[in-house]
């Protein structure tokens, strides 16, 4: 298996070239250069097996040389050992043909950490491997941030720096971030928004001078071996409900279109999904440009859901992609285009392609607040304000007629994540697991920046020889 650049003009990457680089060196992103191809038989078995060997299976299908199956076997078992439920993605009933699929078991309580900790064991090994040092730097919108940090605080041949828009991630986003004090691990509030953190990344990418020196690497959404993690809970999950069913889709809080992507990559390897639903708070450019080919970025909104709060969803490029047929040079085209106008108007050919497969909903913070207090008035159960996102675009979707059948909505935060919003719809205050009692005790570490990429990368420097002496 090899990987090629949606803009075709970076040479082609193993897994672990791709692992490594996160961004391709021409701007693009890796994509495998064809789909794993499986039966519907066999997606199911791989989908009836425990988690971590069905992580095991879904990942040695990419992976290629990179990592032998028993290597993935160990990887994946010891990265979802953490999880503080036994099923790892339970997936719970909450209507006739209702489904939430919680992805929030994980050591930071976030959906993220499915793909982070096999990530920071993938790095640990290609590292040491390689004898070879990486600086990780990474935006985040509140939970990519802690989950990369909880799973490459130990490695001793990483630093990770971690840059969230302050004062834009929620009390308990931050405190999971930096309160975690270690030599390796740099947390930067940047004076801005999250699409200006990820500006900022990419500049220091696109340096080469500086991305060499201190060996830069990148573990957004946009590295492919996180998308492939996040396809494992799309087959374990449609597994389950998949006797006697005719049609499965799923909704999924969108933000950077990574987790929806990893659900489009299960269904393009042959797991047989109806629809794949893509729920956007206020900041609805997806919404827009499903619905109506609009794809023009407008200025950030703060929601009850920050983690979506992005307007440049990095991995749309992989769908674009896709549906222009894997032609670079019309992709290319477009994404010029992108930079240059800050718009695109999806043509009809790509935007019927991309319809056979999404459909979308817009949801206000108004609509999300009411559905959390809903859902706890008829299960008793608290949802995050993520969550309540994908259940009002569910049942939105299901009503006009946009899906049908079992649909599974991804509940991607434990509600304790977001406290204020919880206890705003329902009056009841979510209460964090054990494990983090203590977190408003814990002393907090981080630099202020703005929202400047040479700012940055001086403080990178520092932080790089640091560690290198
Ligand atoms: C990151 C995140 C999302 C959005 O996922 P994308 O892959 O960026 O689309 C949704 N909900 C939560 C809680 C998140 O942390």
Known sequence: MHYISTRGRAGAADFEGALLAGLASDGGLYMPASWPALSAAEARRIGEQPYAEAAASVLSLFTGEAFERRALGAMTAAAYAGFDDPAVAPLRQVGDEDYILELFHGPTLAFKDFAMQILGRMFDAALARRNE??????????????AAIEALKACARVNIVVL?????????????????????VMNIAVDGSFDDCQAIVKQLFADDAFAGAVRLGGVNSINWARLAAQTVYYFTAWARIAEGAENISFVVPTGNFGDVFAGYAAKRMGLPVAMLGVAANANDILHRAISTGDYSPRGVQPTASPSMDIQVASNFERLLF????????????TMEGLARDRAIEIDNATLSAIREDFVSAAVSDKDALAEIARHEKATGDLIDPHTAVA????????????MSG???????AHPAKFPEAVAQATGRAPVLPERYADLFDRPEEMRRAPASAEAVKTMVCDLYAENAS
Do not use: C, F, W
């Open 133 to 146: 040092t990486l600086t990780i730097i990474v935006a985040t919108s509140g939970d990519t941030g802690s």
């Open 164 to 184: 969230h828009p302050e004062g834009r991630v929620s009390e308990v986003q931050r405190r999971m971030m930096t309160s975690v004090i270690a030599p390796n």
């Open 322 to 333: 896709e549906a222009k047929t894997r032609d670079h040079e019309a992709l290319r085209v």
């Open 391 to 402: 259940r009002v675009a569910a049942i939105r979707l299901r009503a006009a007629g946009a």
């Open 406 to 412: 079992k649909v599974v909505s991804l509940s991607t």
